[in-house]
C-alpha cells in the first residue's frame, strides 16, 4: 500500500483526488500487491520489445498514474475504459500505447512525449504476429483501395498487397466515390473501408475497428455486431443474415451462456457452442490456429458479380470445413456446401444474362461506357450488387429469405426491369 501511495505522490502538480482516481489506485493496489506480482511481470516483460524491458516498471506506473489521474478530470471516460481492459490488468500503461514510434510526429504533452493518435504500428510494438496476419487478409491495403485505389501506400506494401491479392491494390480509384464526391467518400465508403487505410507512419490499418482503443478486447470483438459495424445492409447483408440463420437466432438467446471472454490460444466449444461471425472466420476453436487473416477460410471470390473460385479453393474450403466439423458430422457440412455452390453456379448465369444485354446495348450505340450515366446502369449494379451478392451470402451463411426473396425473386424483378429499359432505349432508336 505504501510504495502505491508513495508513486501516486510523486505526481507533482496534480489535482485534486477523485474517486474515480481511488477507483484507479485499486486497481493498481490489487495488481502490484496480488500474488500474482512476479508472473504478471515475466508475461509483461515477454510482450514488450526490448526498449521497454530496460525500464524499471516503477516508471510505468507513475506514467499512467499521471496521464491517468489529470485525465480523470478531463476525458474520464477513457481512463474508465482503459481500467476495465486487460491492458490494464497486465500493467500495460497509457504511455506504452501512446509512445512515438518510428515516423511519428511527438507532442510535448504535460511533461511527456507521445503520439496523439496511436497507429497499428504501436499495436504491432507488441502484437507482432496479429499485425503480420491482418496484413495478408483483404482487410488491409485491398479494403482501402476499394474505394481509394493505391493511393497512400508505399510500394513495398503494394508489392507485398499485390503478391496475395492481385490486382486489390494496385488499382484506379473506384469511379461511384468519384462521381459522388470527397464528402461522400470520407464520411461513407471510407468510414468502413479505414479498417485498411495508409497511416501516415507507413503502418496499415486500424486495429481498434474491432477492439476499441481503450478497452481492447476480445469480447468486442467476437461480437457480432461489431462486425456487422461494417457488414450490413443490402449490399453485405451478413450481419442480417446472420440475425436470421441458426447460429444467429441461438446466439441471441443463448448468449449467456457463451464465454465471449475465453482466452483465443484455448478458446473451447466449451466456450463458445455458438458461432459467431468471428467463431468462423477468425477463431483457433478447440486447438485449431487464430487467425487475423479472414481471407484464410474462403473459397469464392462472392462480391464479385460473378463469382470465381479462389486460388486459394482447397485450402481455404478445408479450413472452413475443419471449423464446422468441431460442431457437425461432415456429411452434413459437405452437403450445405454442395447447396451453397448451385447457387453461387445460378446466380453467375442470371448475372451473366444482365452482363450480356449491357453488351449488347452497348455495342448497339445505346449506353455509354460511363458507369452510373444511365438508370439502367443502376438497376444492372443493383442486380449484381445487391441481390447477386446477398443469394451468394445468404445460401453460405444460412439465410434463406436472403437467398429467395432477398435474392433470387429481385435477381428476376431488375431482369424484367432491365429488359423494359432496353426495349424502350430500342424503340426510341
Ligand atoms: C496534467 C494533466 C495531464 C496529464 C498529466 C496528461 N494529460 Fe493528456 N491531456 C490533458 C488535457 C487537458 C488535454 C486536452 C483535452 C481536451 O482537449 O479536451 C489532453 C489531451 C490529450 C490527448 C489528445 C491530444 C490532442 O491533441 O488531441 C492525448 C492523446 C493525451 N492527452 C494523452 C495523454 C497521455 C498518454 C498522458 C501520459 C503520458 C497524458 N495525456 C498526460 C491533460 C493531461
Ligand atoms: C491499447 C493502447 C492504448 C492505451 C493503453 C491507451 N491508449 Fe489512448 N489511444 C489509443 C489509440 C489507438 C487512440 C486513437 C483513437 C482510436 O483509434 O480510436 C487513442 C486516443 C487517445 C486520446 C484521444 C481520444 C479522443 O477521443 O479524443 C486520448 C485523450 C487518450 N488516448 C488518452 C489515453 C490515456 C489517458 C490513457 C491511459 C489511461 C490511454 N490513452 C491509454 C490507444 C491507447
Ligand atoms: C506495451 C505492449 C502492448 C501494446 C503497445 C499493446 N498491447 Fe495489447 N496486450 C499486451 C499484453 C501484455 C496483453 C495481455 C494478453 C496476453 O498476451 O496474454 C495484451 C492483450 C491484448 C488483447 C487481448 C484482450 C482480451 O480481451 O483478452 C487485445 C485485443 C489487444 N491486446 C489489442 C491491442 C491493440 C488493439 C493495441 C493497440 C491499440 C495494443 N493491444 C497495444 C500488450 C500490449
Ligand atoms: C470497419 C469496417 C469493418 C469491420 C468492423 C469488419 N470488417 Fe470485414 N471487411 C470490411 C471491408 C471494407 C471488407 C472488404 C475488403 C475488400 O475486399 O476490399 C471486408 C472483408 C471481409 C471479409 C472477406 C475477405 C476477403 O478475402 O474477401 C471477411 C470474411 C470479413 N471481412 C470478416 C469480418 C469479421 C468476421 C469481422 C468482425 C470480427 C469484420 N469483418 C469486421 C470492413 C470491416
Ligand atoms: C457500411 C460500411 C461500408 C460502406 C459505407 C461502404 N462499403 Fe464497400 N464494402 C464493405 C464491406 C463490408 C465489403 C465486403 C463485402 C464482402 O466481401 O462481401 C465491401 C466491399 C466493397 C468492394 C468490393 C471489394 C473489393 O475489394 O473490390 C468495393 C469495390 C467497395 N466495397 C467499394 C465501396 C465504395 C466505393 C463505397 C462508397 C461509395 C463503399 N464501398 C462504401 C463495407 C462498406
Ligand atoms: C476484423 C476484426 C479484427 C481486427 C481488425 C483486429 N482484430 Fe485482433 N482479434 C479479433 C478477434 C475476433 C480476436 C479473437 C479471436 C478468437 O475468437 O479467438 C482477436 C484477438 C486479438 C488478440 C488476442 C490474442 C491473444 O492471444 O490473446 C490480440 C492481441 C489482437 N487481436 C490484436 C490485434 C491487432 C494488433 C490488430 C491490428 C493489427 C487487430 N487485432 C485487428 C478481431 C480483430
Ligand atoms: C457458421 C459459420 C459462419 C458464420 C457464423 C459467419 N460466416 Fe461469413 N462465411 C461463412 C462461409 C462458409 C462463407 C463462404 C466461404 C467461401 O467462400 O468458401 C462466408 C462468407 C463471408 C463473407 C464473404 C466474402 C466474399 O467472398 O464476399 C463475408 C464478408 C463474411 N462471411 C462475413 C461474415 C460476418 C460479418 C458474419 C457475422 C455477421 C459472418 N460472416 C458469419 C461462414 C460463416
Ligand atoms: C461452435 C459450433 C458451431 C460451428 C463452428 C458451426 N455450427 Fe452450425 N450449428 C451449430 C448449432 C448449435 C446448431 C443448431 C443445431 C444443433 O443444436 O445441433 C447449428 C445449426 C446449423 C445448421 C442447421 C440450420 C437449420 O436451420 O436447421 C446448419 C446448416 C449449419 N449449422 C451449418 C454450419 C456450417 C456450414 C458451419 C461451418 C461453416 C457451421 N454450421 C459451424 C453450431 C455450430
Given at each position: 500500500m505504501a510504495a502505491v501511495d508513495e508513486l501516486l505522490s510523486q505526481?507533482?502538480?496534480?489535482?485534486p483526488v477523485s474517486t474515480g482516481l481511488m477507483q484507479f489506485r485499486s486497481v493498481f493496489i490489487a495488481v502490484f500487491l496480488g500474488t500474482s506480482l512476479i508472473l504478471a511481470a515475466v508475461l509483461i516483460n515477454r510482450a514488450r520489445p526490448a526498449v521497454e524491458t530496460g525500464q524499471p516498471s516503477a516508471d510505468f506506473v507513475r506514467a499512467t498514474g499521471r496521464c491517468a489521474s489529470c485525465h480523470m478530470q478531463e476525458t474520464g471516460g477513457i481512463v474508465h475504459q482503459f481500467e476495465r481492459s486487460v491492458h490494464a490488468g497486465r500493467g500495460v500503461t497509457c504511455l506504452d500505447c501512446h509512445q512515438v514510434l518510428d515516423r511519428q510526429e511527438p507532442l510535448d504533452h504535460r511533461g511527456f512525449t507521445i503520439t496523439v493518435m496511436p497507429t497499428s504500428q504501436n499495436c504491432a510494438a507488441c502484437h507482432a504476429t496479429q499485425y503480420d496476419q491482418f496484413l495478408r487478409s483483404?482487410?488491409?491495403a485491398p479494403a482501402w483501395a476499394a474505394v481509394l485505389?493505391?493511393?497512400?501506400?508505399s510500394e513495398d506494401v503494394i508489392a507485398a498487397s499485390e503478391l496475395l491479392h492481385p490486382g486489390a491494390v494496385r488499382r484506379a480509384p473506384n469511379p461511384l466515390a468519384l462521381l459522388e464526391g470527397a464528402s461522400a467518400s470520407e464520411v461513407g465508403c471510407q468510414g468502413c473501408h479505414d479498417i485498411g487505410r495508409p497511416n501516415l507512419d507507413g503502418s496499415v490499418g486500424k486495429?481498434?475497428?474491432?477492439?476499441?482503443?481503450?478497452?481492447?478486447?476480445v469480447s468486442l470483438a467476437r461480437e457480432p455486431a461489431t462486425c456487422g459495424?461494417?457488414?450490413?445492409?443490402?449490399?453485405?447483408s451478413q450481419l442480417e443474415i446472420y440475425n436470421e440463420s441458426k447460429h444467429g437466432v441461438l446466439f441471441n438467446s443463448q448468449r449467456a451462456s457463451?464465454?465471449?471472454?475465453?482466452d483465443p490460444r484455448t478458446l473451447s466449444t466449451a466456450d463458445m457452442s455458438v458461432p459467431t461471425c468471428a467463431t468462423c472466420h477468425m477463431s483457433g476453436l478447440d486447438g485449431m490456429g487464430f487467425t487475423h487473416?479472414?481471407?484464410?477460410?474462403?473459397?469464392?471470390?462472392?462480391?464479385?458479380?460473378i463469382s470465381e473460385r479462389r486460388p486459394t479453393y482447397l485450402q481455404g474450403q478445408a479450413e472452413m470445413k475443419t471449423l464446422c466439423q468441431k460442431c457437425h458430422t461432415a456429411p452434413r457440412v459437405e452437403a450445405f456446401y454442395e447447396a451453397a455452390e448451385t447457387v453461387v453456379t445460378s446466380t453467375n448465369e442470371k448475372v451473366q444474362a444482365a452482363m450480356d444485354l449491357m453488351a449488347e446495348l452497348a455495342d448497339e450505340g445505346l449506353?455509354?461506357?460511363?458507369?452510373?450515366?444511365?438508370?439502367i446502369d443502376f438497376v444492372f449494379f443493383d442486380l449484381w450488387h445487391y441481390y447477386g451478392r446477398t443469394a451468394k451470402h445468404g445460401a453460405f451463411m444460412g439465410g434463406a429469405d436472403f437467398v429467395q426473396w432477398h435474392g433470387n425473386y429481385e435477381l428476376l424483378a431488375k431482369m424484367v426491369e432491365m429488359e423494359e429499359l432496353a426495349a424502350e432505349m430500342r424503340g426510341l432508336r
Open positions: 505526481q507533482g502538480s496534480n489535482p483483404r482487410h488491409a485505389g493505391s493511393t497512400g501506400f486495429c481498434t475497428e474491432c477492439h476499441s482503443a481503450h478497452s481492447a478486447s459495424q461494417c457488414h450490413m445492409g443490402p449490399d453485405h457463451q464465454n465471449l471472454h475465453a487473416d479472414v481471407t484464410e477460410r474462403l473459397s469464392w471470390w462472392l462480391f464479385a458479380p449506353i455509354t461506357a460511363e458507369p452510373f450515366d444511365a438508370s
